[in-house]
C-alpha cells in the first residue's frame, strides 16, 4: 500500500482505522501484524480477529493496469494474462471471498475488465473471474454479483468510466421452503399487532409518549398539549432550551404556542390514527394481494403441487403479487413492453438482434428473456392445471350431486431430423459401467463447474475421459398432449354431463436415436409439465374410468413405446389408433411401386432443383431454347383436344383442388394457352401460332416466351417428394394416371394442416350450436364414406381411357394402368377400410345410431375382435346407457386420426431453423422455446387466417376524420403526375418539386389545374385520376355514374368542361391490332381475383361471418348463463382460473362441454418481469 495513501487515511479516517497491510497477500497469510498495529504497540492482538469469516462487507480494487485499454496492444494475445498483477484479481481477491465469506462484497475495476482478452477471442476477464468464483468450494453458499457500470461524471464535470460488481450470498434467493408465505406475512401481523397496542385505551399518555419519543407528531401532540393548560393569552416569552437543542427551537414552541392558545386545542391523538390508518392501510394491501393470488388457486396448492420447480413458480409468482407494487391495468392498444410481446407472440418470427434493436436491450438479455418466457410458459400451464384439477376433484369429494366419471388423456407424437445445435457429453452412469450420451443444455456446458453440477441432478458422474461435442443435427421429438375430464351430476332426477378438456403444452426434445426405449424417455418426460405421473395418478384416482388414447404412425418403434407406457399407465385403457395419412401414403407407395424409375427420376429433379438459384438457371435454359428452336407462324391456332387433357390432369381446377393452387393454375393455363398454342401432340417442336394484334413483331415475341412462358413452366423450384407420398408437384412433373387424382384428392383431405383442422373441428361446434348434428374425425372413420368413394373413383379409372398419353396407348400402357389402379385399390383395402372396420372405430358408430340393434350389433362381434377400450367398456355396462353415450363423445371430441398437427408443427420447426441457419445454426433452447410460444398461441385461436384477421386487425376508430377527396385530381396532384414521371420520389427529390412548383408562372400553372379538373371528371366516372399505365384504364365497378357528359357541356358544380374530340386531318381507317397480351393477362388477372375471392367465401373449409357469429352468441351466452353441470365449481375456482373456461357446443341435450386453456401467459409474465 502507498505511504501517501496511508497516510491520508489516517488523516481523514484515523479513528475508524483498525489494521493496515502491506498487500493483500499479507492480509490472506496473517504472519505478521499489521504496521499500524505496530505503530500503536498492539502487534499480541492484530491477528485474532482475521481467522475465520464474519465479515459484513469486503470492498477491493484490484490493480487495473492489466486490463486498462490505455495500456499499449492491451488487445493483443497473452497481454492481459502475462501482467504481473492479473494474478492478484484472479486469484488473491478470490482468496479473499473464500476466507472471510463475507455477507456482501463489492469489486472496483475499469470497463476493460468486460472486454475481450484479446482480439482473436469473445472471452473477457469477467468470465475468467466468474469462472474462478464458481470453482471456489465456499462453505456458506455461493454468490450472486450484479454487474453495474458507473460513471464520475455523475458528481464531478470529469467522466471516470468505471465497473462495480456486487456480490450478494446466494441464500438471500433461495426461498424455497414451503412454509415461506407465512414468512412474507409476518412482517404484517407484527404491524397490525403494533397496531393493536398502540389503540389500546388501557395505556396511558406518558407512555405512549414515550414509545413514540422519535416520532415528530408525538412531539407535536406534546407540545399542544402543554400549551392547552395556558388560559390567558399572552405574549410568547422565552423560556430556557433542553440541553443538546439547537438554536431557535425555543422561539418555534413559543410560537407553536402562541398560535395554539387561542384556540384551545384538545387532545387531537394523532399518532393514534396514523398507527390505526397505516394498519388499515396494510391490511387492506394484504386483502387485494391476497385476492389476486386466489385469483390463481388456493395458495396451499401454488407451493405444494408438482415437482420443485413447478413448486418454485408458484412460490414467485406469489412474492411477485406481493412484493412488486400494483401495475395499471394491461392494455393491449398501449406500447407494450418485451415480455408482452414475447407472450403474444408479436416478435416470434423475429431474430434476437432485431428484438433488442427494437426495445433498446441487450440481445443476451432478450434471449435470455425468450427461453425464460417458454420455460415459465410450460411449468405454469402444468402447475395451473393441477391446480385445477385438484379443485374440480376436491369439489366432487364434497358434493354429493357432482361425480367424476372419466378421464381421458389424448397423446399424439412424432419425430423429424431438424437441423439444431445441441451439445452432447458421453459420461459413465453411476450406477453402472454402461456408457450413455446425455444432451447438455447451452447454459450447462458454458464452465467445467455448471456441467457438473448439471451432471450431479442427473445423478451421473463425468467419466475420466468425457467427450463433449457438439451436432448441428438432431432428431427432435413433438408430442401434443390433450387432458380431459368428464363429471356427471343428479339435476332433478335426471343426469346431467360436463366435458372440460385442457391441451397442455409440451417441448421439443432431442433423441439420440430412433428407438422405443429412447423416445419412452422423453414421452414420459413430456409428462413432466402435468408435475409428474404422480401428479396425474393422484388426480386420475378419484376418475373410475381412465382412458389413454394415443395416435402415432406405423414406425416400430411407437409399438415398443406404447407397450413401455403399460407399466406407467396401469389403471388406464390404452386406444392406440395409426395416422390416416401414413395409411394412405403406404397405399399410394403400393400403387408407385411398378413406375419405381420415374419415381426416381422425380425426386433426382427435385434434388436438383432445390439449390439457391437454379429456377433462375433453368428458366435461363428454357429462354435460350425458345430463341434457338420456337418457329412463329401467321395464322390462327389448329385446335387441340389433347392441350385440355393436359391442363386436366397437369393443372387442375377443380376436383377439391386448394384455391392457392386453382389461382396460379389458372394463370399458367391462360399464358400456355396464348404462348404455346401448337398442336402439342402432332408435332415435336415448339410453336406459336401469332394472329393479327398478338405480337409486334418477332423480337417481341421471344421477349413475351421469356417473361411469361418460362414462369408458366418453371414457376417455383420443384419439391422432393417422399418415396410413398404423391403430391400435387410430383403429380405435375409424373402425370402417369387420372387414377391418382382420387387418391391424392384423399390424401389432401387428410393431412390438412393445423388451421385447417381447427376450422373443421370449429364447423363441426357450429352445427351443434345450432341444434344439428354434428360429427368427429374417428366417426367420419368409421362411416367409411370416403374410403368408399375413393375405391368407386379408382374401379371406375380402371375402365377409363388413360389421359396424357400421345398416340396410341399401347398393350403395355393398358396393363401399367391396371396394375397401379388395383394395387391403389388393394392399398386401401388393407391400409384403410379393413382397420376402418374393426374396433374401436366401429364402437363410435353407436354415436350416430344408439338403437338396440346397434347395440346388439356391436355386442355380437367376437370377443377375440374386440380392442381393450370397447372389451372394457361392455364388460363394465357402459354400452348402450346415456353414461356410455356421454364418455364416447367425450373421447371422440379429444381422439385425433392423424397426426397431421405434428407434422405441420414440424414444418414450422423446420422452417424457422432453416431461415436461421444460414447465418448460426439455433439452438435446441431457442428453437423450443419458439415453439411452445407460437403453439400457445395457437391453441388460442390467435394464428391463422381467421385468428389472425380478428386478433391484428385495427380497431375502427370513428373519431378519425375521413379523408377528404381521396384519389381525386388537383394542380399539385397533376403537377406529380407530370413531373415524377419514370422517377423514383425521394427526400431531395420532394424539396425540389415543392421549389419548382411554387414558381410556376400562371400559364404553367393554368395548365396543371385544368388537368386537375379532368382527373376529378375521370375520377368521377369510374377511372382512375392520373393513371401511371394503360392497364389502369379499366372502368371500376360501383364508381361510374349514369349517363356521360357530352363534349362542351359543362357540369353544374363547375368541376370542368368536357373536351371536344380532336378531328383527324385526314379519314383514314386506323388499324386495331387489339389488346396485348400484357393487357389480356392484367384483365385476367384482375376478373381472377374477384373470382377467386367469391370463392374462397363460399369455401366449406373455412368459417363464413354468419357461421363465426354463431359461435360468438353462443359462447356469449353461455358466459352470461350460470355453468349448468359445473356450478358446484364457482365456490372452488374464481378468478383467472374461472375465466379460462370457455363453454363449447355440445351435440346432446344435457351435456355441457368446456375447453379451459391455462392462463400461463399471466403467471409466466409476473415471473419474467420479476427477473428483469
Known amino acids: 500500500m502507498n505511504q501517501d495513501f496511508r497516510s491520508f487515511c489516517l488523516l481523514n479516517h484515523g479513528s475508524h482505522c483498525r489494521h493496515f497491510y502491506t498487500s493483500l497477500e499479507a492480509q490472506l497469510a ?33 490493480p487495473c493496469d492489466p486490463f486498462s485499454v490505455q495500456r499499449s496492444k492491451r488487445f493483443a494475445d497473452g497481454r492481459v494474462k502475462q501482467h504481473e498483477d492479473f494474478s492478484l484479481t484472479m486469484e488473491t481477491a478470490v482468496d479473499m471471498y473464500l476466507k472471510y465469506e463475507p455477507h456482501v462484497g463489492v469489486l472496483e475495476q475499469v470497463k476493460g475488465f468486460i472486454m475481450p482478452l484479446s482480439s482473436g477471442q469473445n472471452a473477457t476477464p469477467y468470465d475468467r473471474f466468474m469462472e474462478a468464483m464458481q470453482q471456489a468450494n465456499f462453505q456458506h453458499g455461493g454468490y450472486y454479483f450484479v454487474k453495474l457500470q458507473l460513471d464520475a461524471d455523475v458528481w464531478l464535470n470529469i467522466s471516470r468510466p468505471r465497473l462495480a460488481l456486487l456480490a450478494m450470498p446466494t441464500g438471500i434467493f433461495l426461498v424455497l421452503q414451503e412454509d415461506w408465505v407465512a414468512e412474507l406475512s409476518e412482517p404484517i401481523r407484527n404491524a397490525e399487532a403494533e397496531a393493536g397496542r398502540e389503540d389500546d385505551p388501557g395505556e396511558s399518555g406518558e407512555t405512549q409518549a414515550a414509545d413514540a419519543g422519535d416520532d415528530w407528531s408525538q412531539e407535536l401532540e406534546r407540545e399542544l398539549a402543554t400549551a392547552s393548560d395556558v388560559q390567558v393569552p399572552s405574549a410568547p416569552k422565552p423560556v430556557g432550551r433542553r440541553a443538546g437543542r439547537p438554536r431557535g427551537s425555543v422561539s418555534l414552541r413559543a410560537s407553536l404556542q402562541g398560535h395554539t ?121 402444468g402447475l395451473l392445471w393441477n391446480v385445477m384439477a385438484s379443485t374440480c376433484v376436491q369439489a366432487a369429494a364434497t358434493s354429493s350431486s357432482l361425480k367424476p366419471v372419466m378421464m381421458c388423456v389424448s397423446l399424439r407424437y412424432d419425430e423429424t431430423p431438424t437441423k439444431v445445435r445441441v451439445t452432447s457429453l458421453s459420461t459413465d452412469v453411476m450406477s453402472n459401467e454402461q456408457g450413455q450420451l446425455v444432451l447438455v443444455p447451452r447454459s450447462a456446458a458454458t464452465t467445467p463447474a455448471l456441467l457438473s453440477r448439471f451432471l450431479e441432478h442427473l445423478k451421473l458422474a463425468p467419466a475420466a475421459r468425457s467427450t463433449q461435442q457438439t451436432a448441428t443435427h438432431a432428431k427432435v421429438l413433438q408430442t401434443q398432449l390433450d387432458v380431459g375430464m368428464l363429471f356427471a351430476r343428479d339435476h332433478a332426477g335426471e343426469k346431467r354431463f360436463a366435458w372440460v378438456v385442457t391441451t397442455v403444452p409440451t417441448v421439443l426434445q432431442a433423441m439420440q436415436r430412433s428407438t422405443g426405449e429412447v423416445q419412452l424417455a422423453c414421452v414420459l418426460e413430456s409428462f413432466g409439465t402435468l408435475g409428474s405421473l404422480a401428479e396425474l395418478n393422484r388426480v386420475s384416482s378419484a376418475f373410475p374410468c381412465r382412458v389413454k388414447a394415443t395416435t402415432t404412425d406405423r414406425y416400430s418403434a411407437n409399438y415398443r413405446t406404447e407397450e413401455g407406457l403399460r407399466a406407467h399407465f396401469g389403471s ?22 411398378s413406375v419405381q424409375s420415374d419415381m426416381s427420376g422425380a425426386i433426382n429433379t427435385a434434388l436438383a432443383l432445390s439449390d439457391l438459384g437454379s429456377v433462375k438457371v433453368l428458366r435461363d435454359m428454357l429462354t435460350a431454347i425458345f430463341f434457338e428452336e420456337l418457329t412463329i407462324h401467321h395464322e390462327s391456332p389448329p385446335p387441340c383436344e389433347y392441350r385440355a387433357e393436359v391442363f386436366r390432369l397437369f393443372l387442375p381446377v377443380d376436383g377439391g383442388v386448394p384455391l392457392s393452387v386453382q389461382k396460379i393454375n389458372r394463370r399458367r393455363r391462360f399464358i400456355l394457352q396464348a404462348m404455346l398454342n401448337g398442336p402439342i401432340d402432332a408435332v415435336d417442336r415448339l410453336d406459336h401460332y401469332c394472329q393479327w394484334g398478338c405480337c409486334r413483331d418477332a423480337a417481341d415475341t421471344l421477349s413475351l416466351m421469356a417473361l411469361y412462358c418460362t414462369w408458366a413452366l418453371v414457376p417455383f423450384a420443384s419439391c422432393k417428394p417422399p418415396l410413398k407420398m404423391l403430391g400435387s408437384a410430383t403429380m405435375v412433373l409424373l402425370g402417369v394416371l387420372l387414377g391418382q387424382k382420387a387418391l391424392m384428392s384423399h390424401q389432401q383431405q ?58 396410341i396407348v399401347t398393350g403395355h400402357t393398358r396393363a401399367l394402368k391396371f396394375l397401379m389402379t388395383s394395387a391403389g385399390m388393394c392399398g386401401v383395402h388393407v391400409y384403410l377400410r379393413l382397420p376402418r372396420q374393426s374396433f374401436p372405430y366401429q364402437l363410435f358408430s353407436l354415436l350416430d345410431d344408439a338403437s338396440e340393434a346397434a347395440v346388439q350389433r356391436i355386442k355380437d362381434f367376437p370377443v377375440c375382435l374386440h380392442d381393450e377400450f370397447t372389451s372394457y367398456f361392455i364388460e363394465k355396462g357402459y354400452i348402450g346407457t346415456e353414461t356410455g353415450l ?17 407434422e405441420s408443427g414440424h414444418s414450422s420447426a423446420r422452417e424457422f431453423a432453416s431461415l436461421r441457419s444460414r447465418g448460426w445454426v439455433p439452438t435446441l433452447e431457442t428453437l423450443a422455446s419458439r415453439f411452445v410460444l407460437q403453439e400457445r398461441q395457437r391453441s388460442l385461436g390467435k394464428t391463422g387466417i381467421l385468428g389472425f384477421s380478428s386478433s391484428k386487425r385495427k380497431a375502427n376508430r370513428p373519431d378519425r376524420p375521413k379523408r377528404k377527396n381521396p384519389g381525386g385530381g388537383g394542380a399539385w396532384r397533376a403537377f406529380n403526375s407530370h413531373y415524377l414521371c419514370g422517377r423514383k420520389l425521394t427526400a431531395a427529390l420532394a424539396t425540389e418539386m415543392s421549389r419548382v412548383y411554387r414558381s410556376l408562372s400562371e400559364a404553367e400553372m393554368q395548365k396543371y389545374i385544368e388537368a386537375g379538373r379532368g382527373a376529378c371528371l375521370a375520377r368521377r366516372q369510374g377511372f382512375p385520376s392520373f393513371p401511371k399505365s394503360v392497364h389502369q384504364r379499366v372502368n371500376r365497378p360501383g364508381m361510374a355514374v349514369h349517363g356521360h357528359e357530352q363534349p362542351g357541356e359543362e357540369r353544374l358544380d363547375g368541376a370542368g368542361i368536357v373536351a371536344a374530340d380532336i378531328e383527324r386531318a385526314d379519314f383514314a381507317v386506323v388499324p386495331y391490332a387489339g389488346d396485348t397480351l400484357a393487357e389480356r393477362y392484367f384483365d385476367f388477372k384482375l376478373a381472377l381475383k374477384e373470382e377467386m375471392r367469391k370463392q374462397q367465401a363460399l369455401d366449406p373449409a373455412q368459417l363464413s361471418e354468419e357461421e363465426i357469429q354463431i359461435l360468438k352468441d353462443f359462447e356469449h351466452g353461455a358466459g352470461a348463463e350460470p355453468l349448468p353441470a359445473a356450478s358446484i365449481w364457482t365456490r372452488e375456482m374464481n378468478g383467472q382460473l374461472l375465466s379460462a373456461l370457455q363453454a363449447s357446443p355440445a351435440t346432446r341435450p344435457r351435456m355441457a362441454s368446456y375447453s379451459w386453456c391455462p392462463p400461463a401467459e399471466q403467471v409466466a409474465e409476473a415471473c419474467v418481469r420479476g427477473t428483469h
Open 572 to 593: 388406464f385403457q390404452f386406444v392406440h389408433l395409426l395416422c390416416d395419412c401414413h395409411r394412405c401414403s403406404s397405399a399410394i407407395g403400393n400403387s408407385l411401386k
Open 30 to 62: 496473517c504472519d505478521a501484524p499489521c504496521f499500524l498495529c505496530v505503530e500503536q504497540n498492539a502487534a499480541n492482538t492484530c491477528t485474532g480477529h482475521l481467522e475465520g469469516p464474519g465479515v459484513d462487507l469486503l470492498v477491493t480494487g484490484t
Open 886 to 902: 356421454a364418455m364416447l363423445e367425450a373421447v371422440a371430441d379429444i381422439l385425433f386420426v392423424d397426426v397431421a398437427g405434428i
Open 261 to 381: 392558545q387561542p384556540i384551545g386545542v384538545p387532545d387531537l391523538r394523532v399518532a393514534d390514527r396514523l398507527a390505526a390508518s397505516r394498519a388499515a392501510a396494510a391490511v387492506q394491501r394484504k386483502q387485494r394481494t391476497d385476492e389476486a393470488v386466489a385469483a390463481f388457486g388456493p395458495e396451499h396448492l401454488l407451493v405444494q403441487l408438482g415437482p420443485l420447480v413447478q413448486r418454485t413458480v408458484g412460490a414467485a409468482l406469489i412474492a411477485s403479487i406481493r412484493k412488486i407494487p400494483e401495475r395499471p391495468a394491461r392494455n393491449d392498444a398501449g406500447k407494450k413492453t418485451v415480455v408482452q410481446q414475447i407472450l403474444d407472440g408479436d416478435v416470434l418470427t423475429c431474430s434476437a438482434s432485431t428484438i433488442a434493436r427494437l426495445a433498446g436491450r441487450a440481445k443476451n438479455l432478450v434471449q435470455s428473456m425468450l427461453l425464460q418466457a417458454g420455460s415459465a410458459v410450460v411449468e405454469s400451464a
Open 750 to 807: 387428410l393431412s390438412l394442416n393445423l388451421e385447417l383442422e381447427t376450422s373443421l373441428r370449429k364447423k363441426q361446434k357450429v352445427l351443434a350450436a345450432q341444434g344439428k348434428a354434428r360429427s368427429w374425425p374417428v366417426l367420419e372413420a368409421a362411416r367409411l364414406v370416403d374410403v368408399t368413394a375413393c375405391l368407386r373413383s379408382l374401379l371406375e379409372i380402371m375402365l377409363e381411357p388413360a389421359l396424357g398419353a400421345r398416340g
